[in-house]
């Protein structure tokens, strides 16, 4: 098998099947028109190429990854969690393998072949082969939905607690029963060249879905005190046309001080969790209250999503981080604003596993929230986002001339 190195691998459909594409979009140097390729050769270095194929470790997920061409190259990649429910997984094997033949029709190409990755770490008091027995029928339901539709399944993985299994291979010396146990992390030749080709692998599917998870239970109590008050305040003022704009410039200057405070106040850890724990201390209750509210005003989310470049984007994505870690109870909904604005704003800086994890919560949060929707489209089609920065600057450069005149305009740059 070859990988091939390309930030644009692989693109979702409007399925509920989410894809991960292979690398994060981060400026390399190296000669105009170069590419490198890694030839793939065998179940160990096909398991050790997963985390960097995604950006991160897929826990509890199905992979398929698609194969074109005589030597395999890697395609598009999809992700879906396994579902706990045994009885669901004929339906999610014909919805993966349609997405995978899907393919034909977005690029012009259709895959000649796939690997399936099933990934899953035992549970407590379970042992690791009954993981990989236990998901050996799902393994063999994904091969044959995708070989009705002429896709054969070449290699089919389990990876659990640190070992895996191929569920193709015969040999038992090759693939004995318990699994083989994986490569040490960064030794291998994937590990090289993802780091040449500057690839970060970004922890744990579960690690990166904890950072945009709401807050201790304690902490949520006074946090929904602070949600109710805020809405009993704000929302008659966001619905009434004359109150509007008075709550747009507030939130957009309460923002703005936010972004300034985390600017100034960097955490002293790289550790994520020590890291988020410090800036969700920077952040009141009844602050995070009022901004959650007053992004639901589409215009106002839209002037906060121009904070997108430059100095801004760091202090940007952590503020809006924390406010989605705020969203909780009755207001879980609300996550939808400040969880699209976290993944426009990493696509915008180039760390495409964080965007597309933060686009896919915001999707799960409110599956019809259309500036959400949009821009998942377009990330995964692998569109470049300079047009809508670039779009985002003459709206802003406008609007600003219009306030200069004292005139006001209605926007002038559509969505993606």
């Not at 035992?122 to 799902?138: A, H, N, S, Y």
């Not at 106040?265 to 009844?286: I, K, N």
Request: hydrophobic share 35%; with cysteine.
């Amino acid at each position: 098998m070859t990988q091939r190195d390309n930030p644009h691998h692989g693109h979702d459909e409007e399925s509920g099947v989410r894809r991960s594409d292979g690398t994060v979009p981060a400026p390399v140097s190296r000669p105009p028109g170069s590419r490198s390729e890694i030839a793939l050769r065998g179940p160990a270095e096909l398991a050790d190429a997963l985390p960097y194929l995604l950006g991160f470790y897929p826990d509890d997920s199905i992979v398929v990854v698609a194969l074109h061409g005589p030597r395999g190259r890697f395609g598009g990649r999809i992700r879906i969690g396994i579902p706990s429910d045994r009885g669901e997984w004929p339906a999610v094997c014909e919805q993966v393998a349609a997405c995978l033949e899907s393919e034909a029709g977005s690029r012009d190409r259709r895959p000649e072949g796939a690997i399936v990755f099933l990934c899953q770490d035992p549970g407590p008091g379970q042992k690791r082969q009954e993981v990989m027995e236990g998901l050996r029928p799902l393994a063999q339901a994904l091969r044959t939905a995708c070989g009705a539709r002429e896709i054969p399944v070449y290699e089919a993985l389990c990876l659990s607690g640190g070992f895996h299994i191929s569920y193709c291979c015969p040999d038992s010396e090759c693939c004995p029963p318990g699994g083989r146990p994986q490569e040490e992390a960064g030794t291998s030749a994937m590990a090289a060249a993802a780091a040449y080709a500057g690839i970060q692998v970004r922890g744990s599917l579960r690690e990166m879905e904890r950072r945009l998870t709401a807050i201790g239970e304690d902490a949520a109590r006074a946090q929904e005190q602070a949600l109710d008050s805020a809405s009993s305040a704000l929302v008659p003022r966001i619905l009434d046309p004359d109150g509007c704009p008075a709550v747009r410039a507030e939130t957009l200057r309460l923002a703005w001080s936010l972004i300034t405070r985390f600017r100034d106040a960097l955490p002293g850890e790289d550790d994520a969790v020590l890291a988020d724990a410090h800036d969700d201390e920077l952040l009141s209750h009844d602050e995070a209250a009022a901004m959650i509210l007053g992004l639901q005003d589409r215009r106002t989310r839209d002037r906060a999503a121009e904070w997108m470049e430059g100095a801004d984007c760091e202090p940007a994505v952590r503020l809006w981080r924390a406010l989605s870690r705020r969203c909780v109870g009755p207001y879980e909904e609300h996550a939808a604003a400040p969880l699209t604005l976290a993944g426009w704003v990493s696509w915008s800086a180039g760390d495409g596993p964080s965007a597309r994890v933060a686009l896919d919560r915001a999707l799960r949060s409110d599956p019809d929230y259309v500036f959400a929707r949009l821009l998942h489209r377009a990330f995964n089609d692998g569109v470049d986002p300079e047009p809508l920065r670039r779009c985002m600057r003459k709206e802003r450069a406008l609007r600003q001339a219009q306030e200069n005149h004292g005139t006001a305009g209605p926007s002038t740059c559509p969505l993606p």
